[in-house]
């Protein structure tokens, strides 16, 4: 293990040299696309400095407007223990970023008529007609005990797809539900998403269905759903419907593949990541399993910027891309964000995005109907509608995510030039 003063002379030379690459798109930055080229060039000391610093081993950056690239870097290294430098075809574990994917997945056969949001979820797994939601009260005696109460409604397809479905994660779950929760210890062995959504199925509920915004498994369900509906594994449906056809040649749940697995990207040392996607195992999680690279993810989520086509043909229809793209809660669905509100001011969430509902509330510049999400790990995009833009930020780093994402914003906004 290599300490990080021994490697910082390393990544500095690496992202100073042979590691920066850079598309020659300066003159269409500054003219056609309103982008200054040294705005542009803050975007590029930043992550510099960052490497130099020893803070994160590489990232790679991209950005695109109206279809275009306007900015593409990559920095430092993939993997401080192998030197290997970041390059455009690092593999990259996504976590939570795998929502979006999933979400577009589910979408292509609601427009076949084979799946509904407003569909009860037990429809498809019955052992959700059982469910029961944990409600705290206070006893006879004056403690608090958990009540299992019968849901005032089921948990619909919509539930899953904007996390209004009462199914958390156990690390985000409070009160003498989340000891409910530990003792479950569903992740444990080696699993498919079908003994995932019995585990989950067994579990109360920490919130009444389409009441409140709170963050879990609903996404790791809904990969159940997609799979009892079209027969096929979660995997064999999206490389059929999404990867196949959009070219989506690094995108998968796991890099068994000896030739592609020395370019996994990993953290640094200090800040370690514990899943490994090159072992295989039975799990496809729609939730937070899936791993891209950078060139894949800009053709998906530049789909969808072009409301569902690219290259002339069509995944979505605009409709549904506007549907999935706009909020989904608040007042007028009767959806409250929860006490630890991930979006954060300032948005709402939509199917699988969070989505900026207005240009003030949030400490970071953007346009309003902006939508976003991230993963664990560090890896981020935004699609600025308004802008015609998509920006992503590729990197594993999972303790320096928040601040680089907050920095990369106020960069990239403060290059328009008008």
Same mark, same amino acid.
Not at 192 to 197: F, G, M, Q, R, V
Not at 289 to 312: P, W
Not at 320 to 338: E, F, H, K, R, Y
């Given at each position: ?16 040299? @042979?590691? #920066?690459?850079? #598309? ?5 930055? @500054? +003219? ?5 080229? $040294? ?17 994160? %081993? ?19 290294? !993939? ?39 407003? +569909? %009860? ?26 009540? #299992? ?9 919509? +539930?899953?797809?904007?996390? =209004? =479905? ?20 569903? #992740?444990?062995? +080696?699993?498919?998403? $079908? ?13 009444? %269905? ?58 640094? %040392? ?17 939730? =937070? ?28 229809? !605009? ?24 979006? &954060? @001011?300032?948005? &709402? ?53 928040? !601040? ?15």
């Amino acid at each position: 293990m290599m300490a990080r003063a021994g490697f910082r002379s390393v990544l500095g030379a690496c992202a100073a040299t @042979a590691c #920066l690459v850079a #598309l020659s798109t300066a003159g269409l930055a @500054a +003219d056609a696309l309103r982008l200054s080229p $040294a705005g542009l060039e803050r975007i590029s000391d930043f992550f510099t400095h960052e490497v130099v610093a020893g803070k994160i %081993p590489g990232a790679i950056v991209s950005i695109q407007r109206h279809g275009r690239p306007v900015y593409f870097k990559t920095f430092g290294v !993939r993997d401080v223990a192998t030197k290997a430098p970041m390059t455009p075809d690092t593999i990259f574990r996504l976590y939570s970023m795998s929502k979006p994917i999933t979400a577009v997945a589910a979408m292509t056969l609601i427009e076949e008529g084979k799946l509904s949001l407003a +569909d %009860p979820l037990s429809k498809y797994i019955p052992a959700f007609a059982d469910v029961k939601v944990g409600v705290e009260r206070v006893g006879e005696d004056g403690k608090p005990r958990l009540d #299992l109460v019968a849901p005032d409604r089921p948990i619909l397809i919509q +539930d899953l797809m904007r996390h =209004s =479905s009462g199914i958390v994660y156990d690390y985000v779950v409070f009160g003498l539900i989340k000891q409910e929760h530990i003792d479950a210890d569903i #992740l444990a062995g +080696d699993f498919d998403n $079908a003994e995932l959504a019995q585990r989950i199925a067994r579990l109360p509920l920490a919130y009444q %269905p389409g009441t409140t915004w709170a963050y879990g498994y609903s996404f790791d369900v809904l990969a159940r759903v997609i799979e009892v509906v079209s027969g096929q594994s979660l995997q064999e449906f999206e490389q059929q419907r999404l990867f196949g056809p959009l070219g989506m040649t690094g995108t998968g749940f796991y890099v068994t593949k000896p030739a592609q697995q020395g370019l996994v990207a990993e953290p640094l %040392p200090s800040d370690p990541i514990h899943e490994n996607p090159r072992i295989r195992k039975r799990w496809e999680s729609g939730g =937070s399993g899936m791993v891209s690279t950078t060139a894949d993810l800009a053709r998906f989520f530049q789909m969808l910027l072009n409301g569902g086509t690219l290259d002339g043909k069509q995944y979505l229809s !605009r409709k549904t891309v506007d549907l999935m793209l706009a909020n989904s809660i608040g007042p007028a669905a009767g959806v409250q964000p929860w006490l630890y509100y991930y979006p &954060g @001011a300032g948005f &709402g969430f939509g199917l699988g995005f969070a989505v900026r509902t207005e240009k003030g509330a949030s400490p970071w510049p953007g346009s309003a109907g902006q939508v976003d999400w991230g993963g664990a790990a560090g890896t981020y995009f935004w699609i600025d509608r308004q802008e015609n833009m998509l920006v992503l930020l590729m990197v594993q780093s999972p303790t320096e995510r928040g !601040r680089i994402e907050a920095a990369l914003k106020n960069m990239v906004y403060g290059a328009f030039e008008k």
